[in-house]
């Protein structure tokens, strides 16, 4: 039987075409040999030599373009007919709305030399109010808007003050009137103040799975945009999705997340570089489970790696996350059962790696979560943590980590461990360099005797 490491990089190999159903031979089911295609039967296939590849290029290619126009052509095209790769040819492809990923597709380009971007983002009040069960709105200045454009309306909701975001393509238009690709349900009201921008991800997929995104560059063109919350959008963002890998990438220079997925199951995001993102590298989205994130370089983001709520059975492994504006690593509202293993995290702004406090439900901490052989360096200013545990959060386990600070000691401490943790396991960590190794503000204390002896500051503990 396939451990869940071996099961996942077998996910990750594949190209989108992963056996779906219960496995061959279980529970005493015949054992398939010798899959055949037949009709209707998506469970079993051969391991094709080749699947269907379409080129697209600026100047020359099966579809010729350099707009999102001529690649969700071609990925419309391969999807169509039982899946496919489109290769992007070497190019700059500049985008007025998202590539939208279908089931089954493989996306791949030639690195650094494919390179997708977008314009920079328009934004106007609405003119007219719209109400939740319409399918246009008015702009009062359409200037820099067109059809086909990606949107995103935001507005105030009237009743309870809320964030109100709506992701919509304009279809038609008649001066300042643009007819959506889908009804608003939410009330655009003036008092709200609802207002459109031209602004998306680059490349999305919703309620899809079985995709392969590698070899590309993804250019945010931050400095030309508004910010767009990884809630909803990133180089890459995913909704609902399956079964996705996404593995040398390159996404960059976005004004909101670099990778972000929410609700999505079994992502593997393997040797990519999110890197001077306004917001997040790689943030696995509320309710994931399984994602893999293995090998990847997260720099110069707000926060290189977030988990966000309710991600499980995670595994994030040998990343190098240096020079995050805020933290290395954010875990927190009921993030459990997750490792992170063998990461070098560095020149973190404030924190290292920090279990985040959670007070809206009754346990919804970060427990049960493990921290081994990570190597965490130089975290935060004066005052800076390597590992900060914070508000009720158990059962953890920070075993076989090296925890230096070469800046000396400052104010600095290796780890905290707030007063209301508990079953928190300490083992075989080296810490050197901190006024406090462990500031631990507990009664008591679980603590190996190989921690105290290799900090070599036992007395200020």
Same mark, same amino acid.
């Given at each position: 039987?396939?451990?869940?490491?071996?099961?996942?990089?077998?996910?990750?190999?594949?190209?989108?075409?992963?056996?779906?159903?219960?496995?061959?031979?279980?529970?005493?089911?015949?054992?398939?040999?010798?899959?055949?295609?037949?009709?209707?039967?998506?469970?079993?296939?051969?391991?094709?030599?080749?699947?269907?590849?379409?080129?697209?290029?600026?100047?020359?290619g099966d579809i010729v373009g350099a707009t999102e126009k001529a690649i969700q052509a071609a990925v419309?095209?391969?999807?169509?007919?039982?899946?496919?790769?489109?290769?992007?040819?070497?190019?700059?492809?500049?985008?007025?709305?998202?590539?939208?990923?279908?089931?089954?597709?493989?996306?791949?380009?030639?690195?650094?030399?494919?390179?997708?971007?977008?314009?920079?983002?328009?934004?106007?009040?609405?003119?007219?109010?719209?109400?939740?069960?319409?399918?246009?709105?008015?702009?009062?200045?359409?200037?820099?808007?067109?059809?086909?454009?990606?949107?995103?309306?935001?507005?105030?909701?009237?009743?309870?003050?809320?964030?109100?975001?709506?992701?919509?393509?304009?279809?038609?238009?008649?001066?300042?009137?643009?007819?959506?690709?889908?009804?608003?349900?939410?009330?655009?009201?003036?008092?709200?103040?609802?207002?459109?921008?031209?602004?998306?991800?680059?490349?999305?997929?919703?309620?899809?799975?079985?995709?392969?995104?590698?070899?590309?560059?993804?250019?945010?063109?931050?400095?030309?945009?508004?910010?767009?919350?990884?809630?909803?959008?990133?180089?890459?963002?995913?909704?609902?999705?399956?079964?996705?890998?996404?593995?040398?990438?390159?996404?960059?220079?976005?004004?909101?997340?670099?990778?972000?997925?929410?609700?999505?199951?079994?992502?593997?995001?393997?040797?990519?570089?999110?890197?001077?993102?306004?917001?997040? #590298?790689?943030?696995?989205?509320?309710?994931?489970? @399984?994602?893999?994130? %293995?090998?990847? &370089?997260?720099? $110069?983001? +707000? !926060? /290189?790696?977030?988990?966000?709520?309710?991600?499980?059975?995670?595994?994030?492994?040998?990343?190098?996350?240096?020079?995050?504006?805020?933290?290395?690593?954010?875990?927190?509202?009921?993030?459990?059962?997750?490792?992170?293993?063998?990461?070098?995290?560095?020149?973190?702004?404030?924190?290292?790696?920090?279990?985040?406090?959670?007070?809206?439900?009754?346990?919804?901490?970060?427990?049960?979560?493990?921290?081994?052989?990570?190597?965490?360096?130089?975290?935060?200013?004066?005052?800076?943590?390597?590992?900060?545990?914070? #508000?009720?959060?158990?059962?953890?386990?920070?075993? @076989?980590?090296?925890? %230096?600070?070469? &800046?000396?000691? $400052?104010? +600095? !401490? /290796?780890?905290?461990?707030?007063?209301?943790?508990?079953?928190?396991?300490?083992?075989?960590?080296?810490?050197?360099?901190?006024?406090?190794?462990?500031?631990?503000?507990?009664?008591?204390?679980?603590?190996?005797?190989?921690?105290?002896?290799?900090?070599?500051?036992?007395?200020?503990?």
């Open positions: 039987m396939l451990d869940r490491r071996n099961f996942l990089a077998a996910v990750g190999a594949v190209t989108g075409y992963a056996l779906r159903g219960r496995p061959a031979g279980a529970g005493g089911d015949p054992l398939v040999k010798n899959p055949r295609a037949t009709d209707g039967d998506e469970r079993f296939e051969p391991a094709w030599d080749e699947r269907l590849t379409v080129r697209v290029g600026a100047k020359r419309d095209y391969a999807a169509a007919r039982g899946g496919g790769t489109v290769q992007l040819l070497p190019g700059t492809y500049t985008l007025r709305n998202a590539i939208y990923l279908p089931s089954g597709v493989r996306l791949t380009g030639s690195g650094p030399d494919s390179v997708i971007t977008k314009v920079p983002s328009v934004t106007t009040s609405l003119a007219a109010e719209s109400d939740w069960y319409d399918q246009e709105i008015t702009l009062k200045d359409a200037t820099g808007f067109q059809t086909g454009d990606g949107i995103v309306l935001t507005a105030r909701d009237p009743s309870t003050k809320g964030p109100i975001v709506i992701k919509r393509t304009l279809v038609a238009r008649s001066g300042n009137r643009f007819k959506l690709d889908d009804g608003l349900r939410k009330n655009l009201w003036l008092v709200g103040q609802p207002k459109a921008s031209l602004l998306f991800p680059l490349l999305t997929a919703e309620n899809a799975a079985d995709i392969v995104i590698e070899n590309l560059t993804l250019d945010g063109n931050g400095a030309n945009n508004e910010n767009l919350n990884g809630n909803y959008g990133g180089c890459i963002f995913l909704q609902d999705c399956n079964r996705i890998t996404i593995r040398h990438v390159t996404a960059h220079n976005y004004n909101g997340d670099g990778i972000s997925f929410q609700v999505c199951h079994d992502v593997v995001i393997e040797n990519c570089h999110s890197h001077h993102n306004r917001d997040l #590298g790689v943030h696995p989205g509320s309710g994931s489970q @399984r994602p893999l994130i %293995r090998n990847n &370089r997260l720099e $110069a983001n +707000r !926060i /290189g790696l977030f988990w966000c709520w309710g991600v499980k059975f995670g595994l994030a492994e040998g990343n190098r996350i240096h020079d995050n504006r805020d933290y290395g690593i954010s875990i927190g509202h009921n993030d459990t059962d997750n490792i992170m293993r063998g990461n070098e995290i560095s020149g973190s702004g404030r924190v290292g790696i920090v279990f985040r406090d959670e007070k809206r439900g009754q346990d919804f901490w970060p427990n049960r979560n493990t921290v081994e052989h990570n190597r965490i360096l130089n975290s935060g200013d004066e005052d800076g943590i390597a590992v900060d545990i914070r #508000g009720k959060t158990h059962d953890l386990r920070i075993v @076989r980590n090296e925890l %230096r600070e070469t &800046r000396g000691p $400052a104010r +600095r !401490i /290796g780890i905290r461990i707030s007063a209301e943790a508990r079953n928190v396991e300490l083992a075989d960590n080296t810490i050197e360099g901190f006024y406090k190794p462990i500031a631990d503000l507990r009664a008591t204390c679980r603590r190996s005797p190989g921690d105290r002896e290799r900090t070599g500051q036992s007395g200020n503990e």
